[in-house]
């Protein structure tokens, strides 16, 4: 990725780099998240709700890892990995998904249900 698409992407409203993020991961198959030096998925709380943050590449994840993520790092995951694993742990703990934060501010947030609808609709569009 150069830098204009990375600039252009970072000034995107948080739900246009929602849209971005879909079609990207259903593309390419593969999403980026962090997590501590446990090895746990790093969380973040807002208004009393715990979420999940995901972007598109590395690089994105590279850019947010400040504000209490400095010991973090990205781990990619395959859609297959995202389903299997992650979706049963965000059912289990009724997280939200954070999509794309940048700066340290959130992304846009969703629910797994409008989550999987709107990316179930993106890779019916590939097929």
Request: glycine fraction near 4%; charge should be negative; include cysteine.
């Amino acid at each position: 990725m150069n830098n204009k698409e990375k600039e252009n992407i970072l000034k995107l409203e948080p739900y246009k780099r929602y849209q971005y993020f879909i079609k990207k991961i259903a593309d390419f198959e593969e999403l980026w998240t962090i997590v501590d030096e446990d090895g746990n998925y790093a969380l973040s709380d807002v208004d009393n709700h715990t979420l999940i943050s995901l972007w598109t590449s590395e690089e994105f994840v590279k850019s947010n890892l400040e504000q209490g993520w400095e010991k973090c790092k990205p781990i990619k995951l395959t859609l297959d990995e995202l389903r299997e694993e992650l979706f049963e742990l965000i059912v289990d703990e009724g997280y939200l998904i954070n999509i794309f934060p940048i700066n340290g501010r959130s992304g846009f947030v969703v629910n797994l249900n409008e989550f999987i609808r709107d990316l179930d609709e993106e890779l019916d569009k590939i097929e």
